[in-house]
């Protein structure tokens, strides 16, 4: 599992977003391709809903609860960094917080709904490609694009 960290090289902070710089290789994605960065904007319409400040605040609420480097920690003591299993779960309780049947859908299906939303919402195949790192647009249509349930 790709583990995010907090280190002034994978993680930059600048006034309107934060970016990810991934230093591993996504298990999906093809031999030799460079992991883009991951981008975590300000969302100035509502801030109540802006990932920027959630993560902003997220990280000086666990400053003291963080071992090393890892971003996720337990909310239960002795406040470890997260699993795989654990993050899974997480996922699974916001799909379910937002409405989305779990007995469908499942914590590995947000690369599916993901790329199929932007895809509906007009990005160009070429960027998805790109951003995903698969070589083809048949990878695309066979594994991930799905229609959306209603």
Same mark, same amino acid.
Request: proline fraction near 5%; aromatic fraction near 10%; glycine fraction near 6%.
């Given at each position: 599992?790709?583990?995010?960290?907090?280190?002034?090289?994978?993680?930059?902070?600048?006034?309107?977003?934060?970016?990810?710089?991934?230093?591993?290789?996504?298990?999906?994605?093809?031999?030799?391709?460079?992991? /883009?960065?991951?981008? =975590?904007?300000?969302? %100035?319409?509502?801030?109540? #809903?802006?990932?920027? $400040?959630?993560?902003?605040?997220?990280?000086?609420?666990?400053?003291?609860?963080?071992?090393?480097?890892?971003?996720?920690?337990?909310?239960?003591? /002795?406040?470890?960094? =997260?699993?795989?299993? %654990?993050?899974?779960?997480? #996922?699974?309780?916001? $799909?379910?917080?937002?409405?989305?049947?779990?007995?469908?859908?499942?914590?590995?299906?947000?690369?599916?709904?993901?790329?199929?939303?932007?895809?509906?919402?007009?990005?160009?195949?070429?960027?998805?490609?790109?951003?995903?790192?698969?070589?083809?647009?048949?990878?695309?249509?066979?594994?991930?694009?799905?229609?959306?349930?209603?």
């Amino acid at each position: 599992m790709l583990q995010l960290k907090i280190n002034e090289k994978c993680l930059k902070k600048a006034q309107d977003e934060f970016v990810f710089i991934l230093d591993g290789h996504v298990k999906q994605s093809r031999p030799n391709y460079s992991v /883009p960065p991951v981008v =975590i904007p300000k969302y %100035t319409p509502d801030v109540d #809903i802006c990932p920027y $400040l959630c993560l902003e605040e997220y990280i000086r609420r666990t400053d003291g609860l963080r071992q090393g480097e890892r971003l996720f920690v337990s909310f239960i003591k /002795p406040h470890k960094a =997260i699993g795989s299993q %654990t993050l899974a779960r997480w #996922i699974k309780t916001v $799909l379910h917080a937002s409405g989305i049947g779990i007995t469908t859908f499942k914590p590995h299906s947000t690369r599916h709904a993901a790329s199929t939303a932007a895809f509906q919402a007009g990005i160009g195949l070429d960027d998805i490609l790109k951003k995903a790192g698969w070589s083809n647009a048949e990878i695309f249509k066979r594994f991930y694009y799905k229609h959306v349930i209603n």
